[in-house]
């Protein structure tokens, strides 16, 4: 069954370093995504994919990159860990259709010291 | 201004009994699409069900259904019989624009109880 996975599940981390979230996707969708979830926020988007070779801004990129170099995965990277970066993570991704839906993974949870 | 509220941060509801979860939005774009997720304490997001805007009819999935009232720019989720499974975040979402690629906007959540 095609799947979309995340990794680390959980990792701690000191501010100031540089830290890479996986995610890998075997739908082959084009489309892929990258939230954050705070209590009081829902989830906010923090940058986007339509395809190898593209990323986009979301709406809380600051701080972060993602680059796209197959159509399974897209690595997110904390170029210097904050604490207000302390938040679970959660990857997505989607058919390029109107009624497709996104497909979430299953969350990392960063905490930064 | 929001483009998604979600009103109600907690709710209740006894097991067997039906449940609304409210849900509006605000958009320009003619073309947009409305999704409900659950996120159990797990952690992971469930797809529940979909609305496009041009759909006729109401969206059903199971004990899941989408009140769809366009003019009032609501899309309220309706979960029937509840069951103690049921406990879970649930999330509003919309996407504007005609194809898949545009991204999807939350909302900040209700947390439903179901007690026996």
């Known amino acids: 069954d095609a799947e979309i996975t995340q990794s680390p599940r959980h990792k701690i981390t000191e501010t100031g370093r540089q830290v890479t979230l996986a995610c890998h996707q075997t739908?082959?969708?084009?489309?892929m995504f990258w939230y954050r979830q705070d209590l009081g926020h829902g989830l906010r988007l923090i940058h986007y994919?339509?395809?190898?070779?593209?990323?986009n801004k979301g709406e809380v990129s600051d701080g972060y990159s993602v680059s796209r170099s197959n159509t399974e995965d897209l690595p997110l990277t904390l170029e210097s860990a904050a604490s207000s970066q302390t938040s679970v993570y959660f990857c997505?991704?989607?058919?390029?259709?109107?009624?497709?839906?996104?497909?979430f993974g299953p969350g990392t949870r960063l905490t930064v010291l | 201004a929001q483009k998604i509220t979600q009103t109600q941060p907690g709710m209740f509801v006894q097991e067997k009994e039906a449940v609304t979860l409210d849900c509006t939005y605000d958009?320009?774009?003619?073309?947009?699409?409305l999704f409900w997720y659950k996120q159990p304490s797990s952690g992971e997001m469930i797809f529940l069900i979909y609305?496009?805007?041009?759909?006729?009819q109401n969206a059903t999935e199971g004990r899941y259904s989408l009140n769809f009232q366009k003019a009032r720019k609501s899309a309220n989720l309706v979960i029937s019989a509840s069951q103690l499974g049921d406990s879970a975040m649930y999330f509003c979402?919309?996407?504007?624009?005609?194809?898949?690629?545009?991204?999807?906007?939350f909302g900040t959540g209700t947390r439903l109880q179901v007690f026996p």
């Open positions: 979402a919309m996407r504007e624009g005609v194809g898949g690629t545009d991204k999807l906007i």
């Open positions: 958009t320009s774009d003619p073309s947009y699409g």
């Open positions: 609305q496009g805007s041009y759909d006729q």
């Open positions: 739908w082959n969708h084009n489309n």
């Open positions: 994919s339509y395809g190898v070779q593209d990323t």
């Open positions: 997505a991704s989607s058919g390029v259709q109107r009624t497709d839906t996104q497909y």
